[in-house]
């Protein structure tokens, strides 16, 4: 069975999984040491569990930011809005300096939370594992809140606006 798997095309597999829409999620933290931010975009942000309240994401095996939130063991998650396209664009880069030009204010636990986003999630790391080219976080969540407006949605390898459709 692992041989058949293994003949997947990875751009065969992109393409297919892109038809599945998913939020757009800026992770951030704070390095303990520094007091720098530092974040990534996630597309695999969802909900875990509800007792106790536990949500999970991905990230690369390969990521710098990971391990600079990691330090600390907290972290804000920000739902971004419709309209926060450049947000992501300059998150999801490989500049140091990736919060210079986003705006952004402190959560409770002092890691950065992206100002207009969606909602947003403080949380705490609860466990970890490396699966596959990626690590698979778990965490707990401490605080959450959601405003009004529709969330930025990545699809088909684009960036858009969610539109409901009514039956």
């Known amino acids: 069975?692992?041989?058949?798997?293994?003949?997947i095309d990875p751009r065969r597999y992109?393409?297919?999984m892109g038809h599945l829409p998913t939020g757009v999620v800026v992770v951030a933290g704070r390095r303990p040491s520094t007091g720098e931010p530092a974040g990534l975009v996630v597309g695999t942000f969802q909900s875990l569990s509800l007792d106790p309240p536990l949500v999970t994401f991905s990230v690369a095996l390969t990521?710098?930011?990971?391990?600079?939130i990691r330090e600390s063991g907290r972290f804000s998650a920000s739902v971004l809005a419709s309209g926060q396209h450049d947000?992501?664009?300059r998150l999801s880069s490989k500049n140091p300096d990736k919060f210079h030009a986003v705006d952004w204010h402190e959560s409770a636990d002092g890691n950065p939370?992206?100002?207009g986003a969606h909602a947003w999630i403080d949380c705490q790391v609860h466990h970890e594992f490396e699966c596959g080219d990626h690590t698979v976080v778990i965490a707990r969540v401490r605080r959450l809140d959601a405003g009004s407006g529709e969330p930025l949605v990545f699809y088909r390898g684009r960036l858009g606006k969610y539109r409901e459709i009514s039956a």
Do not use: H
């Open 1 to 7: 069975m692992t041989a058949a798997l293994s003949r």
């Open 63 to 68: 990521s710098n930011s990971w391990p600079k």
């Open 14 to 16: 992109r393409d297919v």
């Open 113 to 115: 939370r992206i100002t």
């Open 87 to 89: 947000v992501c664009q």
